[in-house]
């Protein structure tokens, strides 16, 4: 304090940066939007109702509920600056803010994921970083409407002044709906945003009450065993989710071309191999990221777009499309799930005799960043632990391939099968991939890696079946969910393309009046349905009046 004294000039320089940086801190705080995209020059220059309101009730309170209001108003305020950055974060994976009932286990895959990828000292630097970001926000916020009450308080003629002035800006400006390009002058942002979050907080406990009740509904849970799935008895079927894999790679103009002639070359070797397929349109309940909710959506029939739903649909009795399998008492039913590392109970409720994960698919390869076994050695797998035995009953899989998952460098290539082995040689092949750092810089790159990981997915799938499938190989495969906003460049939609492939007629006869397209391509007008919507009408096609 001494020294300050005795340079005065310099003393009220700080003080003066000091506050101009605690006016930033909050205007900043106050108008900066939960999106990235919505970012602008023209955000900062708005005026916020809920800081000319704060700043008047500021002025008139008296000095001991003035001080404990500036406090509280200050963490409230970083409290709502912290959860948009969180929201930023969500819209750029997700396609959608953050869910304060539902989606905190979000958190810890979110953690899982920076492990998995950049490595147990990426993830605790990561860790680490979010955890002073937060803690700084708050404390900076707080201190900074602390400062400006001050600084008010020692000019309140000036403040009062200035505040009434802004206050009837602000009527004036939303009045007349006067704007800057797009973005209104006058906001009240803040005020809509948390009354946005208390009713998105009321849904999510209201959801609980909805899901349960459309539980209840089972159109077959009275049917014997014996009229379940009778037109694939004797099959082989095998129902297949390659993640990431949206419509936007068929459908955008940057990918169109390549997937298209990945598609048509795939189509063009299952027919020669004695194939036929037909495709259609899903549409998932979740975007980026969530694959298990998607999966369980397709299994179970009920729309499980939520963490909450997830949890009561696994701790539940709700018969799946692999229990009814399962039930016939027809089919062996087995999991390869390449992407589980750890114990996982929920593989118990969909009904599965067994359950192969990555430990036990006898990969001694590299994992491609997150994807710990690629799909042509999972594939492969799948055909030595199970489909290639002799004198074996038959088989119903639930396949789940990883490579195409986030952040898709480096990604596998296809080899000669007979080179597979035990996945040694994956090692040199993951030297020749990409850096996922450098990738991830540029999101054209980001995109094409992705394509080429989706092509590398379709193609093992394909190159599988006509290598090892028979007149008894049923194969449905589809997408998950799209890829993250990065790589669908603004696309919003959910669609994912879902494909059936079968040598017997009889097999694709049963969904003639399905309306799909000949061929591992949907048409862009094929028809769509939500994916809840899959397993009954599967089931309905392959009953005994199918």
């Not at 994921?113 to 970083?129: C, D, H, K, N, S």
């Not at 990738?439 to 054209?444: I, N, R, T």
């Amino acid at each position: 304090m001494l020294r300050w004294r005795r340079h005065p000039r310099t003393a009220r320089g700080v003080s003066a940066a000091t506050t101009v940086l605690a006016g930033a801190l909050v205007v900043f705080a106050l108008l900066v939007p939960n999106r990235i995209e919505r970012i602008e020059f023209a955000s900062f220059l708005r005026i916020p109702a809920e800081g000319v309101l704060l700043a008047g009730l500021l002025l008139a309170l008296p000095a001991r509920p003035r001080r404990i209001t500036a406090v509280v108003a200050g963490a409230f305020l970083g409290l709502l600056t912290v959860l948009k950055f969180v929201d930023m974060g969500f819209y750029q994976v997700l396609a959608r803010p953050f869910d304060l009932v539902l989606d905190w286990i979000l958190i810890e895959h979110a953690t899982d994921f920076l492990r998995e990828t950049f490595g147990r000292t990426g993830q605790v630097l990561a860790v680490v970083g979010v955890i002073v970001l937060f803690v700084a926000v708050l404390v900076l916020t707080t201190l900074a409407v602390v400062r400006l009450t001050n600084l008010m308080v020692r000019h309140r003629p000036v403040a009062a002044r200035t505040t009434l002035i802004l206050g009837t800006a602000w009527i004036t400006c939303m009045t007349l709906g006067l704007q800057l390009g797009a973005v209104p002058v006058a906001t009240k942002g803040n005020a809509e945003f948390v009354g946005n979050r208390v009713e998105q907080v009321r849904a999510g406990l209201e959801d609980a009450r909805v899901f349960r009740r459309q539980a209840a509904v089972d159109a077959f849970a009275k049917t014997p065993p014996d009229q379940l799935l009778t037109g694939l008895r004797g099959k082989d079927v095998l129902f297949t989710f390659i993640e990431s894999y949206g419509r936007v790679a068929i459908d955008d103009p940057a990918m169109a071309e390549q997937t298209d002639a990945v598609l048509e070359e795939g189509t063009g070797r299952l027919k020669a191999a004695g194939f036929a397929s037909r495709s259609g349109w899903l549409q998932s309940p979740v975007t980026g990221a969530g694959s298990w909710l998607a999966h369980s959506t397709f299994l179970s029939g009920l729309w499980i777009k939520n963490q909450q739903r997830y949890r009561s649909l696994t701790t539940s009795d709700r018969m799946t499309l692999t229990k009814y399998f399962g039930k016939t008492g027809a089919w062996r039913t087995v999991g390869i799930v390449p992407g589980v590392r750890r114990a996982w109970p929920e593989g118990k409720f969909f009904g599965l005799d067994h359950i192969y994960d990555s430990e036990h698919l006898g990969y001694h390869g590299p994992y491609f960043s997150w994807t710990p076994v690629p799909d042509q050695f999972s594939m492969e797998a799948f055909e030595r632990l199970e489909h290639g035995k002799e004198n074996r009953e038959p088989i119903m899989a639930e396949i789940i391939l990883a490579s195409s998952h986030n952040p898709w460098s480096p990604i596998a290539r296809m080899i000669d099968w007979e080179d597979l082995g035990d996945g040694s040689v994956f090692h040199r092949i993951k030297k020749e991939g990409t850096d996922p750092a450098e990738v991830w810089k540029d999101p054209e790159k980001v995109r094409t890696e992705y394509r080429k990981a989706i092509a590398y997915s379709i193609r093992s799938l394909t190159e599988w079946v006509e290598r090892y499938g028979d007149d008894d190989t049923v194969l449905v495969f589809l997408g998950d969910h799209q890829p993250v906003p990065t790589v669908t460049a603004g696309d919003t939609g959910k669609d994912v393309p879902v494909t059936i492939v079968a040598r017997d007629e009889k097999v694709l006869e049963r969904i003639a009046d399905w309306g799909w397209t000949d061929g591992l391509k949907p048409a862009g007008d094929a028809p769509r349905w939500g994916m809840d919507k899959f397993r009954d009408r599967f089931m309905t096609a392959y009953g005994p009046r199918g």
